[in-house]
């Protein structure tokens, strides 16, 4: 059975050398009492243990099992139960939380780390908590402070636990059209009708209550997406003191059977009179709900980036291991019937990547990250105002770059081990199947795109994408920088194309549309490799420190460079071949 | 439940418009009297049924309830039997084999379709008799006339199935260094000692015999590939008057968990003092058996279009029919909640990208059929050596391209659908899991790839790549083609890299592995532009027959050149990178 380690050398190499992460918290009050580096550090490596050893050990027979249905209730595979009531001793789910209900006020720059190595470790088991977390932060955002003290301190400890019921069955992307109502009652309070699908946790046996929170339409609500309300939604009753009392009238109608995250339950949800509490003002839900769903894009794009970490070691191992045929240049362990595989270039093409994929995506979390902490905590209005900015537009990329070439890694991944990487047995299949939701829960990647390019770049003038840009123009242009050329390149293309098509999009609204996903992910590769560049700078600096690790970082940046920032290339040529093509055949034709 | 519908009018199209097949057929003696253009369709017609209705509803139900292995022997999921015995009735399997022993004499052209049918209904099934078809092949070519006397008829009728064992535990990629054993027997015959994994179809409860090709060694065999031998090991002995005997000395030791082709029982085999006979000339077991390996490329090929293909009909009539949200530029349906999906440039996007690599690679198939088709009845010994070399040249690219294409195909086709795309239900997530093995199986598309650059390029110097770009030349000099200057663009660069390649592969031998993966992939690229420029040739002289149609090619046509060809552009500047990333870092260091 696969092993998952979590790259602890490579995050701290993020965390503390590129981003310099514990000099900002420094100056961050509300983070500086909390965290340091050594603070930083002993969590990371009490993450690793937790997910190492108690989580990673679930994941191949948690896909095995399965969750399951019986009689309207959920049940979660063997150890499940016993693995979650250790890990929420932990405190992990508030690990990001607010500290006025119990969170413990973790940086997210840290708690991405711990997102990537929850996913790689074990998605199925995962998303139970990653969907509380998000909970959390809607209701502390938006809900009443009635609301607040009720229900964070048990979702921050992870006793309950959370869910986002926005999907029913003939509405997905298009959320204006739901049907689920909300019917005021006297005292406040509502009466929820109507059914849910895709809600992934909305049953489990994990904790003692999970909290809904649903997307519906109040009776005099206008139509489309600005009639749509949030409702906090218990799958038990709390009473006034706190404690549990009915069950609420709502149900598990069935779960789905689906190509993987086996053992993450996707629930029909009804709502059958179900009772529930407003959410911030009536009909303004759909920007309530944006704080949970960014908040889990950024996640699911994590997932992305875990699962191809955790394919990543399985075919770095298998490579190292398996003997098959010489090498083009001659025997490198001519005692041995055959070379091991990592000698042949096409392994080493695959691997390489994986890792430059991988490495180039923790960095741009924490990235993000960064903008996040920034956002919430930075006392500088103008830095305040810049970073949530630029979280807006950085949201869409990650979610969907890091899980699209999550995805691909992983199938690189699998490649790598040839036949062994087809069968169950070798773990390398499941992450395949794992992953492939990513690029399609929380908003698919194509409307990722749509928003990325839509409403975060031409809608907005270019005006955050100058902010980035800005970012990788100022380091180009810092003496000594590593890649300024290439850089300068890449980011003028950039710009070019995203000026293009500003123009375009006037004449035609389905510029946008036919260009976006090449866009998105002409983005993702001048990020990383802008992230590259600034890995590859701090490498040359700390080389004689560590020659081996750093070395290896300054190789993977050349690799980067050399192979896989071409693409842009080809992405530039397609958009710029504009929508016509698209728009020739009618629906008929197809 | 998805349904199959084979894809007849397209397949007419390349058959008799594009390629003409009728009146080829029509001048090679052996094939004159068995097949027109009439005959062709008829079959197709019996074919698209026999796939539709018959194999293609147990596609589902043999993923859900898969092979089973229990007590040394394999049962197929229900109904597969009896599928099985109305299929055989049919004479499907010996439908391109040799008359003299029962096959039906079909040309390759015509037998490219069916496979693309049967792989597109249930690649499961398909399998049982894919390796039959195979073994046929190199039993016809290599073996004795008493051992072909005696096992192609009942093969051809599809009573006996065939298989291929060359794969063991330590020995996939690498068969030089196989450990099965086998000795000789005084009356000729041999005993074989070893055990194959990976074996598809080594077992099943479908046919009264299994006709095991296995690789072995002599005692006195040179070591690495030059000392192997191919055998005939039926799994039931043969009576002298072609009835069956004793069971022979081999068992099915047990079957693979896999990621898809569920339904196809993947064996373990063990020979253990299995009774055998030599087919060809000792210690060249391998040439014998490529005979065979290549006639599964091209067929595992078929696999990627037949599964891209199946995907394709679900996702556009799911973007047909789901309504969710409004096109860009106004309503179309504005009776309905929301317009269908196929309004959205996106949705448009991922659906013509798998349309056109779909058409392209069925093109690229039948183009392949007709060069076998040439070399196995041209009388003309110069157009019959010409078609051998570029069977030669364009097998690797037919196996690894359309499957990588095939795949990347079905993972959009499964994106379409969203979250349903997920789910076991709409067939789409199958698809995906079928398809994956066919980047693997058969030598993975690495070695292919090496395989088409170091072998069937360098080695040989260029000169069957020269035969097959002057082809693309030739079209493009002649007046009034259609995309004549982009066609000369890519073929020169596909020339120049193939230039480059061979002078720097001189320098260092790293490079052709380095360099192969994108070069197949540039390679494909341009081939599929040459066909696509074929297609639209004859589409645009049809139009006024049937302007649906020929302007749905022309269409595609132009998506392809404007949004699929300029891929070759970063598959370019990729290979010119040249080897030297990929060797940076030592083993220890990934």
């Known amino acids: 059975m696969p092993e998952f380690n979590a790259p602890l050398r490579d995050m701290r190499f993020v965390l503390h050398e590129v981003f310099e992460a514990p000099a900002l918290w420094a100056r961050l009050p509300a983070l500086a009492d909390h965290v340091d580096a050594d603070t930083a550090d002993a969590i990371l490596e009490e993450a690793a243990k937790v997910t190492g050893q108690l989580i990673a050990p679930l994941n191949r027979s948690g896909d095995e099992e399965g969750a399951q249905w019986l009689a309207g209730k959920v049940s979660t595979p063997k150890g499940f139960k016993t693995a979650y009531d250790t890990y929420i001793e932990g405190g992990w789910v508030g690990l990001s939380g607010n500290p006025v209900f119990g969170g413990l006020g973790m940086p997210k720059m840290l708690a991405v780390q711990f997102e990537e190595m929850l996913y790689g470790a074990n998605s199925s088991f995962a998303l139970y908590s990653a969907l509380t977390s998000g909970a959390c932060l809607a209701i502390d955002a938006h809900a009443s402070d009635a609301l607040k003290g009720t229900y964070l301190p048990p979702m921050y400890e992870g006793r309950w636990a959370g869910s986002m019921c926005l999907t029913e069955a003939h509405a997905g992307t298009d959320l204006g059209i739901i049907r689920t109502r909300a019917e005021p009652l006297p005292d406040g309070s509502f009466t929820l009708n109507g059914s849910k699908i895709f809600i992934t946790g909305g049953d489990q046996d994990l904790t003692e209550n999970i909290i809904h929170l649903v997307l519906a339409k109040l009776p005099d609500a206008p139509a489309g997406p600005r009639g749509i309300s949030l409702f906090l939604v218990p799958k038990v009753l709390v009473n006034d003191d706190g404690s549990l009392g009915h069950g609420n009238a709502l149900s598990c109608g069935s779960i789905e059977h689906k190509m993987g995250i086996k053992a993450s339950a996707t629930c029909v949800i009804n709502f059958d009179g179900a009772r529930g509490w407003l959410i911030g003002e009536a009909n303004k839900g759909l920007a309530a709900m944006f704080t949970m769903m960014n908040y889990e894009r950024l996640s699911i794009g994590i997932q ?5 970490e955790a394919s990543y070691q399985n075919a770095r191992t298998y490579a190292r291991e398996r003997l098959q045929s010489r090498a083009p240049t001659g025997a490198v362990a001519p005692d041995k019937v055959a070379d091991p595989i990592i000698v042949h270039p096409d392994v080493r093409r695959m691997l390489l990547t994986i890792k430059a994929m991988t490495e180039g995506g923790r960095a741009f979390a924490s990235y993000v990250g960064q903008q996040l902490d920034l956002a919430k905590f930075s006392a500088d209005p103008q830095e305040q105002q810049t970073a949530s900015a630029l979280v807006a537009l950085l ?11 999550g995805f691909d890694s ?36 194509g409307i990722q795109a749509l928003d990325l390019l839509g409403r975060k770049v031409i809608a907005n003038g270019g005006v955050t994408l100058r902010l980035f840009t800005a970012q990788i123009r100022d380091f180009a242009a810092r003496p000594d920088k590593p890649y300024a050329s290439e850089l300068l390149e890449a980011v003028q293309r950039l710009e070019d194309v995203s000026d293009w098509l500003q123009t375009r999009a006037m004449t035609n609204p389905n510029e946008t549309g036919a260009a976006c996903v090449e866009y998105l992910h002409l983005f993702g590769y001048v990020a990383y490799a802008w992230l590259w560049a600034r890995m590859a700078d701090v490498a040359q600096r700390s080389l004689d420190a560590d020659p081996t690790f750093y070395s290896a970082k300054l190789a993977t940046a050349r690799f980067y460079f050399s192979r896989l920032l071409p693409r842009t290339l080809s992405l530039e040529q397609a958009i710029r071949a504009g929508c016509a093509s698209l728009f020739e055949l009618d ?3 197809f």
Chains 1, 2 share one sequence.
Do not use: M
């Not at 992305?304 to 191809?308: E, K, P, R, S």
């Open 410 to 445: 992983c199938v690189l991944g699998q490649q790598v081990l040839g036949g062994h990487g087809y069968i169950r047995e070798w773990g390398q299949e499941q992450l395949v199947r794992d992953v492939r939701i990513a690029q399609i829960y929380e908003g698919t990647n």
């Open 304 to 308: 992305g980036i875990g699962c191809a």
């Open 587 to 589: 629906a008929a034709s």
């Open 395 to 405: 949201t869409p990329v990650a979610k969907a770059f890091f899980t699209d070439t």
